[in-house]
Nanobody, 123 residues
Framework: QVQLVESGGGSVQAGGSLGLSCAVS????????MGWFRQPPGKEREFVATISWSGNAYYADFVKGRFVMSRDNVKDTAYLQMNSLKPEDTAVYYC?????????????????WGQGTQVTVSS
């Protein structure tokens, strides 16, 4: 059984920064993509960032230049550093694992999900 545990959410004022972590445990394939998605209040889940096993990251346009995704394959952990936060970044943030994939921005291609962590940005 694969489990993902997110941490690091919280509240911050606009312009501030937060860092999220996602620890993976259990039996995954030897190489897997990881992704961050978010669900703003009253809206559908949306893609934020994804990273390949080799560390190549891709971002949604609305976070480019502000968010940085990274991973540590030894620790089986992914990170999302969020800078210059805006009130519209308020959402529940989820990390996910896509077994055997290089990277993906499609939620349907992810096999395992974390429980989510709340990020609230006040103006």
């Amino acid at each position: 059984q694969v489990q993902l545990v997110e941490s690091g959410g919280g509240s911050v004022q606009a312009g501030g920064s937060l860092g999220l972590s996602c620890a993976v445990s259990g039996r995954t394939r030897s190489r897997y993509a990881m992704g961050w998605f978010r669900q703003p209040p009253g809206k559908e889940r949306e893609f934020v960032a994804t990273i390949s096993w080799s560390g190549n990251a891709y971002y949604a346009d609305f976070v480019k230049g502000r968010f940085v995704m990274s991973r540590d394959n030894v620790k089986d952990t992914a990170y999302l550093q969020m800078n210059s936060l805006k009130p519209e970044d308020t959402a529940v943030y989820y990390c996910a694992v896509a077994n055997g994939r290089t990277w993906s921005s499609e939620s349907g291609e992810y096999d395992y999900w974390g429980q989510g962590t709340q990020v609230t940005v006040s103006s």
